[in-house]
């Protein structure tokens, strides 16, 4: 995985949400390249199924530069090509029942870290079932909900885990929310 051309893919980078991902990876502090105080600048580069709104938005965050992959989510081999040249894909195409399994299948057979922003609890708990193993034996990390919708939930659990330790001095073993 140290030979691979990319260190992150950003596979859905011109819809909504991947445009603010991508806004945020295009900051000063992680893509200029030219910058004297990062000795290991991020090497990345955007993917998804239309080049022109890719180079678009590309051009209007002022980074034209930034490589694009086409890769399309019914179509299994271009997802194991843009796999293949990444260290980590990091996904922002939903919803993930309809266009996320085939990229996991993708990420676990090239050997790639997966990363989403999937809410979608079933599907996940399908992938894991799928995948877990897998995804062990070839040392990747396969990491859903990686965004906004797991935000409140975990902040939730943490703010209770300090609570109860401030309280009874201990963690709590289980945490229901519903």
Request: charged content about 15%; aromatic content about 8%.
């Amino acid at each position: 995985m140290h030979t691979r051309q990319y260190d992150l893919i950003l596979w859905g980078a011109s819809g909504f949400t991947g445009r603010l991902v991508a806004e945020y990876l295009t900051s000063a502090s992680l893509s200029d390249h030219t910058s004297a105080s990062l000795s290991n600048p991020l090497n990345w580069a955007v993917a998804g199924r239309n080049r022109e709104k890719l180079q678009e938005m590309l051009n209007e965050l002022g980074h034209p530069q930034i490589p694009i992959i086409i890769a399309d989510g019914f179509n299994k081999n271009s997802l194991l090509a843009m796999a293949a040249q990444a260290k980590v894909v990091c996904t922002t195409v939903g919803p993930y029942t309809q266009y996320g399994s085939l990229l996991v299948e993708a990420c676990v057979s090239s050997r790639t870290h997966y990363c989403d922003l999937s809410g979608e609890a079933g599907w996940m708990r399908q992938m894991i079932d799928r995948y877990h193993q897998a995804a062990k034996d070839a040392k990747i990390k396969i990491v859903h909900s990686c965004g906004f919708d797991s935000i409140p939930s975990d902040m939730g659990v943490y703010f209770l885990q300090k609570e109860i330790h401030k309280q009874y001095g201990v963690y709590a073993t289980h945490i229901k929310t519903s």
